[in-house]
């Protein structure tokens, strides 16, 4: 997979932005970067993916910069529930094989 | 509704004994992973399979072993060389178009 690096815990007052940074330096012009997010230790939830351009759902928007090598996830308004452990992948795909692995994340903290 | 099952959801075993965990997906995906998360941790990867009947080690396959027979089915034995098993395990798949999908989990606990 594509190595990404992410900060291991970041704060964040709640209703305020979460900015959530993810580099990958080592990315392929076509493979994808995903966002999950994972609460005490259940299953990690689908957030959002991109490619090249910027991404927006209901839950999150990311921004890819132009070169690709890295990205934010914002979570506009960010709640006590948004509290989790957030995961950047790009699953990167060698042969027939895809290896798909997750780095360490970061633990967002919403502060009331 | 597609999705992935595992179960049980909580298992416990004695030292020595060695236990499946059942990972079922009706996504038809052809990629399924098995992880490991120990408390305060990330997710580290056991073992995956492409398709059926092959699979590869991931980075901590020691004390694990996993069979392909069927593109719906992707167990997990936990065996007895396996010396602190006791963790949280998730099986995930993976569409041809890279959304990964995620099962709920299992607890296992040595007692």
């Known amino acids: 997979d594509a190595k990404t690096t992410q900060p291991p815990s970041m704060d964040c007052a709640e209703g305020r932005a979460a900015n959530l940074p993810c580099n990958h330096s080592t990315i392929s012009g076509n493979e994808y970067v995903y966002w999950y997010r994972q609460i005490h230790s259940q299953g990690p939830q689908y957030i959002i993916h991109g490619l090249k351009n910027n991404e927006t759902n209901e839950m999150a928007s990311l921004i890819i910069t132009e070169d690709r090598k890295s990205s934010t996830l914002i979570l506009p308004h960010a709640t006590l529930r948004d509290t989790a452990v957030y995961y950047c992948i790009v699953p990167r795909s060698s042969g027939s094989a895809r290896q798909l692995t997750f780095g360490s994340g970061t633990q967002l903290t919403v502060l009331p | ?111």
């Open chain 2, 1 to 111: 509704d597609g999705g992935i099952t595992q179960s049980p959801k909580y298992l416990f075993r004695k030292e020595g004994q060695n236990v499946t965990l059942s990972c079922e997906q009706n996504l038809n995906h052809d990629a399924m992973y098995w992880y490991r998360q120990d408390p305060g941790q990330g997710l580290r990867l056991i073992y995956y399979s492409q398709i059926v009947n092959d699979f590869q080690k991931g980075d901590i396959a020691e004390g694990y072993s996993v069979s392909r027979e069927k593109k719906e089915s992707f167990p997990l034995t936990v065996t007895s060389a396996q010396k602190n098993p006791t963790a949280f395990y998730l099986c995930a798949s993976i569409s041809p178009g890279n959304t990964i999908y995620f099962g709920e989990g299992s607890w296992l606990t040595v007692v």
